[in-house]
C-alpha cells in the first residue's frame, strides 16, 4: 500500500525537477494531455505557452485541470493535483526561472535564446495552477532493504547489468 504525503513532503516534491504532466479539457470533452516544465511557488504551480496554445484555449474555456509530477525511478513516487488554472500575463523572470531549473543557469540562457528565435510562435503567458485536492502516492516504504539497495547500484552501474 503506498504511503500518503503530508503537505509539507509533497511541497517539498513539486519542489524536485521533474516533469509534469498537465491535464486540460478539449473543445470535445476529451482530456488533452501536455508534458510541461513547471516551478511550484506560493502553493501554485506555474508554467508557461504560448497565448494561442491549445492548453492556454483550453483553460479560458474550461479552468478545471489536472497536474500530474511523478518520480520515474522507482521506488515510485507521484503527485496528482486537481485544480483550476488561470491565464494570467507572463510573469516577470519565470522564463529563466523554469529554464535554469531543468537545464541549468548556462544552457537555461541558451535554450531562452533558441526557444525565443525557433519555438516560441506567439505572446507568451502564465499558466497558474492553484490545488484544491492533491492525491500522493509513495511506494518507497514498500520497497524492501535489498530492493532500495539494488536500485542505488542500478544507478551507478552498467545498464546491461
Known amino acids: 500500500m503506498p504511503k500518503r504525503l503530508g503537505r509539507r513532503e509533497w511541497e517539498r516534491f ?66 496528482t493535483a486537481y485544480g483550476r488554472a488561470a491565464i494570467e500575463p507572463e510573469r516577470e523572470g519565470l522564463a529563466s526561472d523554469i529554464a535554469r531549473r531543468y537545464l541549468g543557469r548556462i544552457a537555461g540562457a541558451a535554450y531562452l535564446r533558441v526557444a525565443a528565435e525557433n519555438v516560441q510562435q506567439s505572446e507568451e503567458v502564465t499558466i497558474a495552477v492553484t490545488p484544491e485536492r492533491v492525491l500522493t502516492q509513495d511506494f518507497s516504504a514498500d520497497t524492501p532493504a535489498y530492493g532500495r539497495a539494488w536500485l542505488v547500484l542500478k544507478r551507478i552501474l552498467p545498464p546491461w547489468l
Open 14 to 79: 513539486l519542489r524536485g525537477r521533474r516533469v509534469a504532466v498537465l491535464g486540460t479539457i478539449g473543445k470535445d470533452g476529451a482530456p488533452v494531455l501536455t508534458p510541461i516544465w513547471y516551478v511550484y511557488r506560493d502553493g501554485c504551480l506555474l508554467m508557461r505557452t504560448g497565448k494561442d496554445s491549445v492548453k492556454a484555449r483550453n483553460i479560458q474555456r474550461d479552468p478545471r485541470v489536472t497536474v500530474c509530477v511523478q518520480d520515474e525511478r522507482p521506488p515510485y513516487a507521484s503527485i
